[in-house]
């Protein structure tokens, strides 16, 4: 037992021998050194603010707030809806507006067909506040007119974007 034990990793180790012999030697590459710079006046592509709703999952009709069902804006007048409740909540901000005013804060979730809000995640430049804050304010919207694909009521996943300095009026 003890033999055929032994047996079977030193065969592997001696065809792993035998196949890098064989074999062609590594390619090495070599280029030219790279001077990289950053400018502190351009976001990186990662935090390009993509402002208002877009659905994650593809629907015809967007979920949208009562009080907006009927405008003909009824996307922008959704995402200025989720926009101004998040306002009312936030008290001061936890980073200086200064350097972090243009990081992107998004906001995926889930509209169920009975309009309900389900699985909120907020992604954030490190504010410790803003994700409990966020999923407190969501949570005072009215129930949401669900979106619709082939005129039935579906599930929806959005997704708001803005930047942190949006969700702080002047003068707080």
Do not use: W
């Not at 064989?22 to 030219?32: D, K, L």
């Not at 200025?80 to 979730?109: C, M, N, W, Y």
Request: negative net charge; contains cysteine.
């Amino acid at each position: 037992m003890t033999r055929s034990s032994l047996l079977l990793p030193l065969l592997l180790l001696y065809g792993s021998v035998q196949a890098q012999q064989n074999g062609n030697p590594p390619t090495v590459v070599r280029s030219a050194p790279m001077e990289m710079k950053s400018d502190p006046n351009v976001l990186p592509a990662q935090y390009a603010i993509a402002p208002g709703l877009v659905a994650v999952t593809g629907v015809e009709v967007l979920p949208a707030l009562p009080d907006c069902d009927a405008s003909p804006e009824r996307d922008d007048c959704t995402a200025e809806g989720i926009l101004s409740v998040l306002r009312q909540h936030a008290g001061k901000p936890a980073l200086d507006l200064a350097h972090a005013g243009d990081q992107p804060v998004t906001i995926t979730f889930l509209v169920n067909r009975f309009g309900e809000m389900k699985d909120i995640r907020v992604e954030h430049p490190g504010d410790p506040g803003l994700s409990r804050m966020a999923i407190v304010a969501l949570h005072d919207l009215p129930k949401f007119i669900a979106a619709t694909q082939g005129g039935a009521k579906v599930d929806a996943t959005l997704r708001f974007s803005t930047g942190y300095a949006d969700l702080f009026p002047a003068g707080r």
